[in-house]
Nanobody
Framework: EVQLVESGGGLVRAGGSLRLSCATS????????ISWFRKAPGKEREAVSC????????DYADSVKGRFTISSDDAKSTVYLQMNNLKPEDTAVYYC?????????????WGQGTQVTVSS
């Protein structure tokens, strides 16, 4: 059984930082392809990052470049999204998923989401 579980969300003031975790199980973590998406109320889902480990590539949305960074811990099969200099417009539910194309990611390859709220 595959599973992704996000954690680390919360309430932070603008300019602050949070680190989200995406703990995976049931996958071969060595060559992960993991993405982060976010969904704010009244807005469409937005892709935040896509990491293809086998080629050492991470793409970030323009809106988060220079502020968000991906890292991982093989021993924990966990990917992290470090979010710095947070802005109120970063407020959303953040989801990690195994894969980068949301149109092809199976339902069970998504996490349940974690809420990030940035106050001004």
């Amino acid at each position: 059984e595959v599973q992704l579980v996000e954690s680390g969300g919360g309430l932070v003031r603008a300019g602050g930082s949070l680190r989200l975790s995406c703990a995976t199980s049931g996958f071969t973590f060595d060559d992960y392809v993991i993405s982060w998406f976010r969904k704010a109320p009244g807005k469409e889902r937005e892709a935040v990052s896509c990491t293809v480990r086998s080629i050492g590539s991470t793409d970030y949305a323009d809106s988060v470049k220079g502020r968000f960074t991906i890292s991982s811990d093989d021993a924990k099969s966990t990917v992290y999204l470090q979010m710095n200099n947070l802005k109120p417009e970063d407020t959303a539910v953040y989801y990690c998923a195994w894969g980068c194309d949301p149109t092809t990611i199976p339902d069970n390859y998504w996490g349940q989401g974690t809420q990030v709220t940035v106050s001004s």
